[in-house]
Each structure stands twice: as C-alpha cells, then as structure tokens.
C-alpha cells in the first residue's frame, strides 16, 4: 500500500486514518470537500524522521497541489463518539507549498506525542503508540467558517446547532470569538440566531500561517451567515448523515459562494538568547552520551538509541513538559535555554547537553516538573514507543539500563 495517496483512494482507517478515510468517503459520495492526499501514519514517521527517500517521494506526490495548503492530523484513533481529540493533535493552516510540507509533518508527529496527547489518551484509556496520519489539502480563504452539530451535543435535542464567525474556523475551534449561534429544526426552520461577538479574523497570512484581523466594529455582532447560507447548511447536515449517520460534529467553510466540507466525525458523548544558543549545536550521538541512563552503552549500542530520535523545535514560552501531567518522551536539548519550574518555582535552567524525561522511558508516569523554552529550542526526543521494542528485542542493553537504574537508586539511598 503507498504511503500517500489522493484523498478520495484513502479507505484503510490503520493506515490513513479516520478522518482521511471520511473525507475520502465524503468525496466518493459527492459531498462538497477541497481535493487533497491522505498520509499513511508510516510515511508521517518516516518524513518526521527526515528519511531522504520518504520526503522525495511526499513532495512528488504533493507537488500537483500548489499551495498554500492545510495539513491537519489523522491519527488511528483520533476522534469518535468516546474521544475526541481536538485542540491535542496539530493542525497547520496556510502551509506555502509541497517542499514545506516535511516540517508540518514533523511538528504534526510531535503534537501527538505531546504531554498533553498522552494525558488525553491515559484518560480515555487510549495508551497506545499513536499512528499519525496526515490529510494534506488545498487551503480556502473563507468568508465565514465554523462547527456544526447535526443534534444538540449537550441536550441531545434533534436539531442543528451551528457557531459561526468571520474567516478561518479556528477562531471558533480555539475559543478565541464568541461565535454567532444558530438553531435549526430537521426541516432547516430557524429556531435561534443568536449574534456574538467576534471581534477577530483568523486570516491566511501572506508568507505563511494565519494572522489574526480586527473585525470592522460595525460587523463584530453582525450575523455572518443568511438565510441562504443556512439553507445549505442544514443541506450538508442531512448529506452527511445519510453518509455517515446521525450525530455528526462537522467543520465547514464557504469561500466565496461555496460551501466547503471540512471534517465530519461523531459528536463527542458529553459526561454528567544565550551564550550557549550561539555555540554549534552537538550532534545526536554527542548528546546521547552524556545522559547517565546510557552511560554504559557501547558505541554501536549508543547508535542503536541515536537512530531513534527525531528533531523537535520550540519556540519561546512553549511548554515542553508540563508537571502531573502524563508523558511518554525523553529530551536532549540540542541549542537554546529551558527553564525548570516545580509549583511555579523556577528550580533550573538547561542549555545544550542537558536532558529531561527519561524516566518516562520507562514508567509512563507523571511529570515532575514544567520544562519551558526560555527562547527558541531545539531538542532531539525519543518516544517510548519508538525505545520500549529496542529494549525488548536487546537484551545487553536492557540490562545495562537495569544496572544505570540501580546505580541511581543505590546513590539515591546513599544520599
């Protein structure tokens, strides 16, 4: 099976996805969705990992698009009626081109590993090594965008529920409006329209990404859908629950005088500058070394460990570790500064050389502290994932890692 292929050919959820293989079935079925490619969970790994032959073969595959583009995850298990997973895994609005579609990939790959992704799926019961597909699309420049449930997700009432706001839909999806609320009956009769406030645009900026617009006073609380509009909304609701059944949570979009269908899944059960940023940055075998956990690994052990770690960047400010919650990866910091807080209180600061996590490795426990970018941050990480077959299938190097452990706990008691 290929790695990448267009939208409407995605059928396999293990490989793409279950969004991909919903908008390839929407596609199948006529419904109103932007051309694109789905990314099987493999060729995400393998581009996240900078893998030359992989990222060749996307850009190829890609390159029929032009650009700008949107690229939004896919994961396995990523959202059903018991789960959803939105706001944990990454979306990428406004992507310029083909040949920058491996960083988004990677930043993707990273933001389902993420603490707070492990957390969610700790929660729901979902521990699992996360298979992240990719849908790849061409980008629309909306007029108005936003969510539709096809039944009232907190009543269950049987009837639509639309939030809306100018440009982008994220706006909405990120809670950063008020967005205008409509209620609509089976027939497409309007029960509520109830205007917000939406005093922001989330735009396609011009070299890139999204930028967020002042909204012209006299339209922050003037409806942005019509009648019309809502016509061919209830439309696509009644489209998509005959595709896919009732109770739908959908995304969508009208650029221009088209509606777009963005996403459609199950709605979601409600419960009751240093000095050390300038020095060159190691490699990855020059920083695996200097962590004690692998202290006692020969040197084609060590490339064993190295070959498994792939390139994360953070910008400043962003958390990298948040204290209690799960986590499941190990850092190295290849250039920039970190900061270490434990109950608000700085305790630390990590430059290049310096690790945190590895304990994760290993027990899948909690954080122990917040780690967070004090300027821009590279790190190489490793999931539990990717290390837990390696110690598995090698014995020498299990043991040497039982013996760093015991080292640490003998020194502990010592102390």
Same mark, same amino acid.
């Given at each position: ?20 293989? !919903? =908008? +390839? @079935? %929407?596609?199948?079925? &006529?419904?109103?969705? /932007?051309?694109? #490619?789905? $990314?099987?969970? *493999? ?123 100018? !440009? =982008? +839909? @994220? %706006?909405?999806?990120? &809670?950063?409006?008020? /967005?205008?609320? #409509?209620? $609509?009956?089976? *027939? ?127 910008? %400043? ?99």
């Amino acid at each position: 099976m290929k790695g990448v292929v267009p939208l409407v050919k995605a059928r396999d959820e293990k490989l793409f996805g279950a969004k991909a293989v !919903g =908008l +390839g @079935e %929407a596609l199948r079925r &006529g419904l109103p969705v /932007p051309s694109g #490619f789905a $990314l099987a969970g *493999s060729m995400v790994e393998a581009v996240a990992a900078q893998e030359s032959s992989a990222i060749r073969k996307l850009s190829k595959a890609l390159r029929s698009l032009g650009g700008p583009l949107a690229v939004r995850s896919s994961a396995v298990d990523e959202d059903s009626a018991a789960a959803s997973f939105a706001g944990q895994h990454l979306t990428l609005l406004n992507v310029p081109s083909a040949d920058d579609v491996p960083a988004a990939l990677g930043q993707i790959w990273w933001s389902a590993n993420s603490d707070s992704a492990i957390t969610y799926r700790q929660r729901v019961g979902l521990f699992a090594r996360p298979s992240v597909g990719v849908v790849v699309q061409k980008l629309l420049n909306p007029t108005s965008a936003g969510v539709m449930f096809t039944q009232d997700p907190v009543s269950g009432a049987d009837e639509r529920v639309i939030e809306a706001s100018w !440009g =982008l +839909g @994220e %706006a909405v999806v990120a &809670g950063q409006v008020i /967005p205008d609320r #409509f209620r $609509l009956d089976r *027939s497409g009769a309007v029960l509520e329209r109830a205007p917000g406030v939406k005093k922001i645009a989330i735009r396609n900026a011009t070299n890139g990404g999204t930028v967020e617009e002042e909204v012209d006073p006299e339209r922050v609380e003037q409806l942005c859908l019509d009648d019309g509009q809502l016509v061919a909304l209830n439309q696509l609701a009644t489209r998509c629950e005959e595709v896919y059944r009732a109770g739908r949570d959908i995304e969508w979009a009208f650029a221009g005088d088209e509606l777009y269908l963005l996403q459609c899944r199950a709605v979601t059960k409600v419960a009751g500058g240093s000095a050390a940023t300038a020095a060159a940055p190691p490699s990855a075998v020059q920083v695996i070394t200097q962590v004690p956990l692998f202290s006692d690994l020969s040197k084609r052990e060590l490339e064993q460990v190295t070959k498994l770690l792939k390139e994360r960047r953070f910008s %400043a400010g962003e958390t990298i570790a948040k204290e209690g919650a799960g986590g499941a990866s190990f850092f190295v910091i290849s250039s920039g500064e970190a900061t270490v807080s434990i109950k608000g209180n700085e305790v630390a600061k990590l430059g290049p050389g310096d690790y945190f996590g590895e304990i994760a490795l290993i027990d899948e426990g909690a954080r122990a502290a917040t780690v967070t970018a004090a300027g821009e941050l590279v790190c190489y990480g490793l999931t539990l994932w990717d290390f837990r077959p390696l110690v598995q299938s090698n014995g020498v190097i299990a043991w040497k890692l039982l013996q760093s452990l015991a080292k640490k706990l003998r020194e502990a008691q010592q102390g």
